[in-house]
């Protein structure tokens, strides 16, 4: 077998869990895009003035604070009677998001279609400005409008690249997990040998000549010392 086949095939047996796992991924991805319900969203934007010029730090401060308050009940519920809906259902379907050095407050509605969002960010900033104007001397801000909401003309989920490539990036994940599985264990080292016992080492001539002189002889008894 020539010597690029024989690489390829070892690629081949090594890499194919990855090589399948990304194509998979990827198709997994693009039918998610097509099969899944279109979201719109729009924006609608609104600002917040000092009452006495000059305090656009107090104005950026409680911008901050009406944008966490987008989402809260005692400002959907005025919009929710607008748009038809549950307080409950309504903040699922619309967030705000602020600036750290602007006095500005973007809401975001969604919907199944195009004028649903646009309905549901208006219905909400116009909520949220009746709120904080309610309150306008005691903070010293008021809510000013200052650009309703546009109907999309796309939408904003799902998106076939994004999807594809969010299922392909997962792809890759569960490709080299099974690669980790795959991976053969490393070598057990060998257990340690017990040292054995050293041998006595064989007695030389001349000891071994000493030992039988010392013995007694077979039937002879060696004479008790003198007594002194």
Known sequence: MPEPRRRAR??????????????LGAAAGAGYALVSHPSYSASSYVVVVPNNPGENSTAVNFAQAYGRLTGQPQVLIGAAAETGRTVTALAGL???TTSPDAPMIEITGTGA???????????????????????????????????????????????????TAVGAAAGVLVGALVLLTRRKPS????APQTPQAAEPEPALPAQAEAAGAAEPAPGKTRAPAAAR
């Open 187 to 190: 070598a057990t080292p060998e």
């Open 113 to 163: 279609r195009g004028e649903e969002a646009v309905k549901n960010a208006d219905a909400v900033a116009k909520s949220l400005i009746a709120f904080g104007n309610a309150s306008s001397k005691e903070t010293g801000v008021r809510l000013v409008p200052l650009a309703p909401a546009a109907e999309p003309d796309a939408p904003a989920s799902p998106s076939a690249s994004l999807d």
């Open 94 to 96: 619309v967030r705000g």
């Open 10 to 23: 070892a690629l081949a047996r090594r890499w194919w869990p990855l090589a399948l796992a990304v194509p």
